[in-house]
């Protein structure tokens, strides 16, 4: 039987409250991922920061009109400014088909795993299609 393990990106990449959301933006395109989770000096998840946050920090009417000052913007920013506080979690040990309807029911993209309560994971809509592909298609690598 499939576990949640067997899906998810352990140890993901993280960032602290105080990162600035340039840094966040450079990390997210860097590695090809759309969230990135936030933990405090302790190293507990805080809240969770995705492209769309990004995009709406970017948009948001209160920013200048001009790209240098976007920049600047982002450079002033930090990533408590627009991240989700106290992100829907989901333990290792829960079943993949129920972080699966937490994620289609929440309209999240992707939920942190904790295991005793510290983050050692990350599982997106990504990963569970990879997973639906690699079932139907064997053949086929999972896509990044």
Do not use: W
């Not at 009109?65 to 600047?72: I, K, Q, T, V």
């Not at 904790?114 to 086929?140: K, M, Q, S």
Request: charge should be negative; aromatic fraction near 4%; glycine fraction near 4%.
């Amino acid at each position: 039987m499939t576990h949640l393990a067997d899906l998810m990106t352990p140890d993901p990449l993280t960032v602290t409250p105080d990162t600035c959301l340039l840094e966040v933006l450079s990390l997210l395109h860097n590695a090809c991922c759309r969230q990135v989770p936030v933990v405090d000096e302790a190293g507990r998840l805080v809240g969770i920061i995705t492209d769309r946050d990004l995009r709406l920090a970017v948009n948001a009417s209160a920013l200048p009109l001009d790209l240098g000052r976007h920049l600047a913007a982002l450079e002033n920013l930090t990533a408590v400014a627009c991240m989700t506080p106290d992100p829907v979690t989901v333990d290792i040990d829960t079943p993949f088909y129920e972080a699966a309807e937490m994620l289609a029911r929440r309209k999240v993209g992707a939920l942190p795993v904790l295991e005793g309560g510290e983050l050692v994971g990350i599982v997106t809509t990504t990963d569970f299609l990879n997973f639906i592909a690699a079932e139907y298609r064997p053949d086929i690598a999972a896509i990044p």
